[in-house]
């Protein structure tokens, strides 16, 4: 049973111009949203729009395909790029920490990834994947 809940306006600017959500996460501070393009990030107290994460190219520090991002146990955010066979690591504010190649074929088809408590990586894929596995713990 829902008993409260709290109404965030988010501040809106050329740069946070958000296309169709494909997930949401919220810390204390900051809350993240992903759509088919970028990920945003907003103060989850005001509203204020935060400097965004967004994709570049092939460089170390870029992306080229948000799968889906994770918050892991030290609250570093992670962007799987399926494209690129890379989990990329930033701190919350966006700063790049570093990058780690997991390969192509492990990272194919992946919706969405949780952080397990152990240090695991839970993951769904896509149903239409070519090995018919919808979920893999990492």
């Avoid at 992903?34 to 967004?54: H, K, M, Q």
């Avoid at 190649?101 to 990272?107: I, P, S, Y």
Wanted: net charge negative; hydrophobic share 40%.
């Amino acid at each position: 049973e829902l008993k409260e809940f709290k109404t965030l306006n988010l501040e809106q600017t050329e740069k946070s111009v958000i296309g169709t959500v494909q997930k949401i996460h919220i810390t204390d501070s900051i809350l993240l949203i992903s759509d088919e393009r970028a990920l945003f990030a907003f103060d989850a107290n005001d509203g204020r729009y935060l400097p965004t994460i967004r994709p570049g190219g092939n460089g170390e520090m870029e992306y080229l395909n948000l799968n889906t991002f994770f918050v892991d146990n030290k609250h570093h955010v992670n962007i799987v790029d399926d494209v690129k066979g890379r989990v990329l690591t930033f701190d919350i504010n966006g700063s790049f920490l570093h990058s780690a190649k997991w390969g192509n074929d492990l990272l194919r088809w992946i919706q969405n990834a949780e952080m397990l408590n152990g240090g695991d990586l839970f993951c769904s894929r896509y149903i239409w994947n070519d090995q018919n596995r919808v979920y893999d713990v990492m």
